[in-house]
Nanobody
Framework: DVQLQASGGGLVQAGGSLRLSCAAS????????IGWFRQVPGKERERVSC????????DYADSVKGRFTISSDNAKNTMYLQMNSLKPEDTAVYYC???????????????????WGQGTQVTVSS
């Protein structure tokens, strides 16, 4: 069975930092398009960031550019999201995801990835 185990969420004040982790079992991240999404109740899911395990290329939503950093550790089959300068509008449930590679999407997962983590709550207080 494939499992994506996300962790690291919590409550932090605006301007603070959190580091999310996503450990995979049952699949190898290097063979999938991987990334992080977030969702606020009542709003559409937003893809936050994705990374190419093969060459380290990264992509970010405009809303998090310069503040968030995605990375991966092949040996641990784990993906991370370092979140700095957090804002109240970053409050959401964050999900890690792994997807097949689709033409036109490059190394990023689609909006309906094949595999999801269970989500971790990030709350940023003002």
């Amino acid at each position: 069975d494939v499992q994506l185990q996300a962790s690291g969420g919590g409550l932090v004040q605006a301007g603070g930092s959190l580091r999310l982790s996503c450990a995979a079992s049952g699949l190898t991240f290097a063979n999938y398009a991987i990334g992080w999404f977030r969702q606020v109740p009542g709003k559409e899911r937003e893809r936050v960031s994705c990374i190419s395990v093969s060459d380290g290329s990264t992509d970010y939503a405009d809303s998090v550019k310069g503040r968030f950093t995605i990375s991966s550790d092949n040996a641990k089959n784990t993906m991370y999201l370092q979140m700095n300068s957090l804002k109240p509008e970053d409050t959401a449930v964050y999900y890690c995801a792994a997807d097949y590679f689709y033409r036109g999407l490059g190394y990023c997962p689609s909006n309906l990835p094949k595999y999801w983590g269970q989500g971790t709550q990030v709350t940023v207080s003002s």
